[in-house]
């Protein structure tokens, strides 16, 4: 079943409970669904494992019946249970605040989060690079000086590729630790974002 397709199955199973209520349940449905979506689950997983709130005497085989009839004598509220955590409670204007924290939390980032961000992803590429060079060059220097033949001064050669071929170690070493380290502080960024939003 696709997004679409649930939605609509979900309108029309709302369709007995106030225009107020309706609106904050599909709100809610919609929020749940879209961070299904960013974990990367499909349409139609999602769809299952939502599956839909228990509205009392809901029947299909009495979908042709006018609503007054099959809500004449019944309290829509009775019996319903949310199909999501008893913790998360259903917030007025939940989607609008959302919107409103989401364009704030863009600006922010794209002025102030965005610039610094792209340097120290250079920064790392740089550090990578210089990495590379540092365990590349002493091998090419030896097999340089082997081709050409002249080792006039084999320990000055051997000696400083070694201290370079250490050096570059190092720097892989430190490279590894820094990158690790900062885009897990990213990764954390982005969850205080997304609490943010859900908090709105």
Not at 40 to 63: C, F, M, N, T, V
């Amino acid at each position: 079943m696709s997004k679409v397709d649930y939605f609509r199955e979900l309108t029309y199973r709302l369709r007995g409970l106030p225009e107020r209520e309706r609106q904050n349940i599909l709100s809610v449905y919609e929020e749940l669904f879209q961070k299904a979506a960013q974990n990367g689950k499909h349409e139609e997983e999602i769809a299952q494992s939502l599956g839909y709130p228990r509205i009392p005497q809901w029947d299909g085989s009495r979908e042709q019946q006018p609503m007054a009839n099959l809500y004449a004598n019944t309290n829509p509220y009775q019996g319903y249970q949310q199909p999501f955590p008893e913790h998360y409670t259903v917030k007025q204007e939940t989607g609008f605040k959302a919107i409103i924290a989401s364009i704030a939390l863009g600006f922010f980032n794209l002025v102030f989060v965005l610039g610094p961000f792209i340097s120290i992803c250079g920064f790392i590429f740089a550090l990578y690079v210089a990495s590379a060079a540092c365990l590349i060059s002493p091998v090419a220097l030896i097999i340089g000086e082997s081709l050409a033949g002249s080792w006039t001064d084999t320990q000055f050669v051997f000696f400083t590729a070694l201290a370079v071929f250490g050096l570059g170690i190092l720097l892989t070493v430190f490279t590894l630790w820094f990158s690790r380290l900062f885009f897990k502080l990213a990764g954390l960024y982005i969850r205080f974002n997304m609490k943010i939003i859900k908090g709105a």
